[in-house]
């Protein structure tokens, strides 16, 4: 009986903790599915994220960050300027100060925000940002000693003062409505090159590569491993939104991409990702690929300089017979474009690709295929020929020592008249004359070729002319015969006496040996000419970077020589021998790209300032001289100063139109695309968003959404005192 009470206790434990463990289990599922549904994930704080690149580190400074490569993405973290670009909303907003305009856009007060600190600063030693930093910053600019003259342009002509110790005013010469994006250039430290000339500012290696600014992340450390150059940044704490998740940021720069695809398990994202034989993105596994364009454009920027291209219908043809479509197809691009003003980039049928408009272009132009030139002298010599006395076949097939039988009709004198010298045997029972003409090579002999016949009268007028062409080769009377049946057939076609379906143009014939014949499908596009037989032959200019510019040249070069139009690409090894041409304007045709950055501003570019004077000194030369086309127009420049200076939106806007049509008008270039880029990250990162970036380095513009962690939070008005009404929910039923 004992024994039997003993097995029943144990048994009773063993129930009892087993409805306790199932007690235990299902409060667990409970709360978590109550937690589960209370709460949202959101980004938490921590987190590395490490970024790969193909570069080479140069010092990082914001004065000397010219080109679009890592150094300036490492530079826009580090240091800040007064203003930003937001990307988001396409605008320039406040940073680091606040930024009053006067109403005619001449006056610009920035105001700097409270608690601004350099990184360097330590609670024993702070070091605030001052107006101070800010004057510096700027008129080292405007020295005349500052190594960087383009940026120094941007700073011409503006006073720069000191309000007090958080103020400084910039008072412009005229109106210049997008000069707060000249206020987006990095702070740097008054103190970090207190006496360094002004001139050597690039020289100071210490500061460029352990900089110190103001930005969200500080310099942490410069690694060189066996891969790779690594830069490592810190978040700094600043009394300033937005606000970012990220602990660290880690730039490595490889030399290559291969070198970098062997350590992509530790990267989170790749800056640039390049592109395959067929322009697709080579996207590494489980990256997602982030594919965005800039405010650029690819062009073919004709020299205006060149006498070859001073014709505005020879410009009209060559782009309506460029095939954007074709090109951007080979290239993979997206974007076409139409002009280079981007804010208004819309497709326009007047710049489609059109063959048959660009050769009626061309027929309005100096340069002709060879049929036209030889029809139009055929037509010349029919006309002259008709007209008159004189009357015989105009090609004659005649050996040399025989003689031509030349008739014509009464003439009013009966003596003293001569053709090609020889005088006339008239016939005084019927009027007419006749005369033979030799070929032997003496007075009035006929001559292999081209011959011009005249009758003159016994004073020397000339009474009437006559072409005439001989041969003594069979083959070539065939080929003469052809033509002129070509001839007549193209006459009657013009003067409508033809059925419309055996009607011919000048584009049905094709010039072989110096005489037309009827084109064959097989038959090419001979170079056109001028008047003097000039071949229309232009030289083509680009770089040999980017890669897809030598893809691009040679596309062009094919498309226009279905024009009648000879190219000669012209691609130098070096990027200095090829900034040396492009300073000298030393091309007919150019391949470049141009960036208008955030405020889209195409005065640089198109406003006759921007041409390259020639003075015969290399040292007049400006590397600023932007305006690639050497393109002159009263109305342009009045139009891009109106843009630049007036405040009133609608004025603008319709200014902006105004500039388009006249460029379409003028053809200063053929505006070919607008590039696409590809920012590859891994799926372990979150929140990427790049908006609308105008340099690469924007897309850290938007890093404050950026996270690696997440934490649940619960949602609002909910707690874990909510649990007792979720239990009596439906959701806890479910």
Do not use: C
């Amino acid at each position: 009986m004992i024994r039997a009470l003993r097995i029943f206790a144990k048994f009773e434990r063993t129930v009892l903790v087993a409805l306790v463990l199932l007690f235990l289990i299902s409060a667990t599922i409970l709360l978590r599915r109550f937690y589960i549904d209370s709460t949202v994930l959101v980004p938490d704080q921590g987190g590395t994220y490490i970024e790969g690149s193909v570069g080479e580190l140069q010092p990082l400074l914001p004065w000397f960050i010219i080109t679009n490569d890592v150094n300036r993405d490492i530079v826009s973290l580090v240091f800040a300027g007064l203003q930003k670009y937001n990307p988001e909303t396409q605008k320039i907003e406040d940073d680091l100060g606040v930024l009053t305009v006067t109403p005619d856009n001449k006056v610009y007060t920035v105001r700097l925000r409270e608690n601004l600190f350099w990184h360097d600063s330590t609670q024993e030693i702070p070091h605030p940002v001052t107006a101070d930093d800010v004057i510096f910053t700027f008129r080292s600019v405007q020295s005349d000693e500052f190594p960087n003259t383009l940026l120094r342009q941007n700073f011409l002509g503006v006073e720069i003062e000191k309000v007090d110790q958080r103020t400084v005013k910039f008072t412009l010469a005229k109106p210049y409505r997008f000069f707060a994006s000249n206020l987006t250039l990095g702070l740097i430290p008054e103190r970090s090159f207190e006496g360094v000339p002004v001139s050597k500012f690039d020289q100071v290696l210490d500061f460029g590569f352990e900089p110190v600014g103001a930005g969200p992340y500080a310099f942490k450390r410069l690694v060189q491993t066996d891969l790779s150059v690594e830069i490592t940044l810190e978040r700094f704490s600043r009394p300033l939104e937005p606000f970012y998740h990220l602990e660290r940021i880690v730039f490595r720069m490889f030399p290559d991409y291969n070198t970098l695809l062997s350590d992509i398990r530790n990267l989170d994202g790749v800056r640039l990702v390049p592109r395959n034989d067929v322009g697709d993105p080579i996207i590494p596994s489980s990256f997602r690929a982030s594919n965005y364009s800039l405010p650029q454009y690819v062009a073919l920027f004709f020299n205006l300089d060149k006498d070859i291209l001073a014709d505005q219908k020879l410009r009209l043809g060559l782009q309506l017979g460029t095939n954007k479509q074709a090109i951007v197809k080979k290239m993979n691009e997206l974007i076409i474009i139409d002009t280079p003003l981007m804010e208004i980039n819309d497709s326009d049928w007047r710049y489609q690709f059109d063959p048959n408009l660009a050769q009626g272009a061309f027929f309005s132009s100096d340069w002709h295929l060879p049929e036209k030139v030889r029809l139009q002298r055929l037509l010349e010599r029919w006309e002259a020929n008709k007209r008159g006395p004189l009357h015989t076949e105009s090609i004659v097939y005649l050996d040399t020592g025989a003689s031509l039988l030349i008739t014509g009709s009464f003439l009013e004198s009966q003596s003293a008249y001569m053709l090609n010298n020889i005088p006339l045997e008239q016939s005084t029972q019927t009027g007419s004359w006749h005369i033979a003409l030799p070929t032997h090579g003496g007075t009035g002999s006929i001559a292999l070729g081209n011959n011009l016949l005249q009758l003159q009268d016994k004073r020397g007028n000339i009474l009437d002319s006559f072409y005439l062409w001989r041969t003594v080769k069979a083959q070539e009377y065939k080929a003469a015969s052809l033509e002129q049946k070509i001839l007549h057939q193209f006459i009657d076609s013009r003067d409508e006496k033809l059925p419309e379906n055996e009607r011919i143009t000048v584009a049905d014939m094709y010039l072989e040996k110096n005489f037309l014949r009827r084109r064959l499908s097989t038959d090419p596009t001979d170079i056109r000419i001028n008047t003097q037989g000039e071949k229309l032959s232009l030289r083509l200019l680009t770089s040999n970077t980017p890669p897809q510019y030598k893809t691009i040249a040679e596309e062009v070069k094919k498309q226009w020589a279905e024009l009648g139009v000879h190219v000669g690409i012209e691609i130098p090894e070096t990027r200095s021998q090829f900034e040396e041409k492009l300073i000298n304007r030393d091309y007919d045709v150019l391949l470049f790209g141009q960036s208008l950055l955030d405020n889209l501003d195409s005065y640089p570019y198109w406003h006759s300032s921007g041409i390259q004077q020639f003075t015969g000194k290399r040292s007049d030369l400006r590397i600023d001289a932007y305006n690639l086309s050497q393109y002159s127009s009263f109305d342009a420049d009045s139009l891009l100063e109106t843009i630049r200076e007036t405040g009133d939106a609608g004025e603008q806007a319709e200014a902006l139109q105004d500039l388009k049509e006249v460029l379409r008008q003028d053809v200063p270039a053929v505006f070919l695309y607008s590039p696409m880029y590809t920012f590859a990250y891994n799926t372990r990162l979150n929140g990427v968003r790049l908006g609308k970036p105008s340099l690469h380095s924007d897309r850290f513009l938007t890093l404050h959404r950026w996270y690696l962690q997440e934490e649940r939070v619960f949602q609002r008005g909910k707690s874990w005192l909510s649990l007792f009404s979720w239990l009596f929910s439906p959701n806890a039923l479910e």
